[in-house]
């Protein structure tokens, strides 16, 4: 994928955003209405799996050809926009596919998860020889090579 290409994706995913925000607007004022979380740092699964899920994330984009960079900001702006869909939408009214309100504790545990990923890529050099496995008569060897800078 291209820069432009994502960029795309990621303009067609606000406006379906706003598009979601608008519409819900019109249907109820429960539906619509901006709530703020009241969470803390404390790391609940919720804190974990925005974590998780921006390391894995970031790794994705890296895999598909994004620059180091470009995963970061697309990372993090999925990040944004789920919490965006967390404050408009009630968990209580709508289960998973809503949320208990806007929680700047998820993003900053989106750029902690993405930022770890980033940084083992900085550090971790995988060298030209990853796996080396020699079979013999009686026995089987297995040696993985790990570069570290």
């Not at 050809?65 to 009630?90: C, H, N, Q, R, Y």
């Not at 930022?115 to 050099?125: F, N, Q």
Request: glycine share 10%.
């Amino acid at each position: 994928m291209t820069r432009k290409t994502i960029e795309r994706i990621m303009m067609i995913a606000m406006v379906l955003f706003v598009a979601c925000t608008i519409v819900s607007f019109s249907y109820s004022q429960e539906l619509g209405e901006w709530r703020w979380a009241e969470d803390t740092m404390a790391p609940t699964d919720d804190k974990q799996v925005h974590a998780v899920g921006s390391f894995g994330l970031y790794y994705l984009f890296i895999c598909k050809g994004f620059s180091p960079a470009d995963a970061m900001k697309t990372t993090l702006g999925l990040g944004l926009i789920k919490e965006g869909i967390d404050a408009f939408v009630p968990w209580e009214e709508y289960g998973r596919w809503g949320g208990d309100g806007f929680s700047t504790y998820d993003i900053i545990y989106d750029i902690i998860g993405a930022g770890t990923a980033y940084s083992i890529d900085k550090i971790w050099k995988p060298s030209n020889k990853k796996i080396d496995v020699k079979i013999k008569k009686n026995s089987v060897k297995v040696g993985i090579i790990l570069q570290i800078n």
